[in-house]
């Protein structure tokens, strides 16, 4: 039996590597008829250490999400996929991503990058993909590549828009 994929989530944290996954996801998911859903999670505990917190910053990093993620949401749509939309979530990354999300909007796939952090923010925090392959509620895609199958970890960032 050929698995067919019609919900799937990418989550979007501003590097190549999830970039890399979206642009996967938008071919999966139009090669299977299915829905996109991108997540975009702001790390609310990246806040609790600013003595003077002020709800305007993130507000600010909030608006930034939503201009990034509806370039995602355009890029989409100029190849080919009209059944996407987005999430900004507040909290911690790793259960929105593997099980809050995927059980509220019932998604089938989750693709990911295979890393947005370096080795040092790896070894303090911990890795959302590997926490994500553990724990997910559905089958999850680590992507490590580019859309020829090419090794890509090494090479330059590119933004959004750019071919890659």
Same mark, same amino acid.
């Given at each position: @039996?050929?698995?067919?994929?019609?919900? &799937?989530?990418?989550?979007?944290?501003?590097?190549?590597?999830?970039?890399?996954?979206?642009?996967?996801?938008?071919?999966?998911?139009?090669? *299977? *008829?299915?829905? $996109?859903?991108?997540?975009?999670?702001?790390?609310?505990?990246?806040?609790?250490? &600013?003595?003077?917190?002020?709800?305007?910053?993130?507000?600010?990093?909030?608006?930034?999400?939503?201009? /990034? @993620?509806?370039?995602?949401?355009? /890029?989409?749509?100029?190849?080919?996929?009209?059944?996407?939309?987005?999430?900004?979530?507040?909290?911690?990354?790793?259960?929105? &991503?593997?099980?809050?999300?995927?059980?509220?909007?019932?998604?089938?796939?989750?693709? &990911?990058?295979?890393?947005? $952090? *370096?080795?040092?923010?790896?070894? $303090?925090?911990?890795?959302? /993909?590997?926490?994500? /392959?553990?724990?997910?509620?559905?089958?999850?895609?680590?992507?490590?590549?580019?859309?020829? *199958?090419?090794?890509? $970890?090494?090479?330059?960032?590119?933004?959004?828009?750019?071919?890659?």
């Amino acid at each position: @039996m050929l698995q067919q994929y019609k919900h &799937i989530l990418v989550a979007i944290d501003g590097s190549y590597e999830a970039e890399l996954a979206f642009r996967k996801a938008v071919e999966v998911a139009l090669r *299977n *008829n299915g829905q $996109l859903h991108l997540i975009h999670v702001i790390d609310t505990r990246a806040f609790q250490n &600013i003595s003077s917190f002020d709800s305007a910053m993130v507000e600010q990093v909030t608006e930034t999400a939503k201009k /990034t @993620m509806d370039e995602y949401i355009v /890029t989409a749509n100029d190849l080919g996929l009209t059944d996407v939309d987005y999430s900004i979530e507040y909290g911690a990354p790793k259960s929105l &991503i593997a099980r809050e999300v995927p059980e509220k909007k019932d998604i089938d796939l989750i693709m &990911i990058g295979a890393t947005g $952090l *370096n080795a040092v923010e790896r070894l $303090l925090i911990g890795s959302v /993909t590997e926490y994500v /392959t553990r724990t997910a509620v559905c089958d999850v895609l680590v992507v490590r590549t580019d859309l020829d *199958n090419k090794h890509a $970890l090494n090479k330059k960032k590119s933004s959004i828009g750019q071919d890659i």
